[in-house]
């Protein structure tokens, strides 16, 4: 059982479309991170959310930290091809614990 | 300035075997976790390292066990590997331990058992 719910596990649009995933948990979060990870590399940091609430922005990228620090989103607006990967969420307190992530495609 | 750097970057060993995995850490970062990740159980948590102190063990059987040196590098080793220890093996440095501090991964090793 993975102690961070990540949905949908798949995902397959066309390009120029919105999506959002999602990262749940039961368990209250220091901070949170997502990353992105590609075929045969390591993930790659996106960014790190502290405060319940907090919103911040990345380009076309959107990520939300819950009120409560249980839960995250992220939305991404005009998807395109070079979005597509594997999204993974993180959440950390004495370590850092990893969803089973969203793999992304996006079709020109 | 270079990023983690894990080494060998595919192997392939047979059951029963054991195994030494190498990750060297952005200079000045003292802390080196690893991780196991398979298709179907994702990123799973082995061990992070702080300082040459192991602060923290996820849940894996005593084959799987590892190290840290003065100089931050790390390395991990698997005794008598079975097929199932089969994945990618990534390790994450970062400055300090237990914090909102970003995690910088590498490219990982790619484990094969046959």
């Known amino acids: 059982t993975q102690l961070l719910e990540q949905s949908p596990q798949f995902l397959s649009i066309q390009e120029g479309e919105n999506l959002t995933v999602y990262c749940n948990s039961s368990?209250?979060?220091?901070?949170l991170q997502w990353y992105r990870q590609e075929p045969g590399e390591g993930p790659v940091l996106l960014v790190t959310?502290?405060?319940?609430?907090e919103v911040k922005k990345l380009k076309r990228l959107t990520f939300q930290f819950g009120d409560a620090r249980k839960d995250s989103s992220l939305h991404i607006t005009a998807a395109q091809p070079g979005d597509t990967g594997l999204y993974l969420c993180?959440?950390?307190?004495?370590?850092?614990?990893f969803g089973a992530g969203t793999r992304l495609t996006v079709k020109p | 300035k270079a990023g983690v750097t894990q080494t060998p970057r595919y192997l392939i060993k047979t059951r029963g075997q054991q195994v030494t995995l190498s990750c060297s850490p952005i200079?000045?970062?003292?802390?080196v976790s690893w991780y196991q990740q398979t298709p179907g159980q994702g990123l799973q948590f082995l061990f992070e390292?702080?300082?040459?102190?192991?602060?923290n063990k996820g849940n894996f059987p005593g084959r799987f066990s590892g190290r840290q040196f003065s100089n931050s590098r790390s390395e991990m080793n698997v005794s008598t590997l079975e097929l199932g220890d089969s994945a990618l093996y990534l390790c994450?440095?970062?400055?300090?331990?237990?914090?909102?501090?970003?995690?910088?991964f590498g490219s990982g090793t790619r484990l094969t058992v046959v």
């Open positions: 994450a440095s970062s400055k300090r331990t237990g914090g909102d501090y970003g995690y910088t």
């Open positions: 390292y702080f300082s040459e102190t192991q602060r």
């Open positions: 200079s000045g970062h003292r802390s």
């Open positions: 959310v502290v405060t319940g609430g």
């Open positions: 368990s209250v979060f220091s901070s």
């Open positions: 993180a959440g950390i307190n004495n370590d850092m614990r």
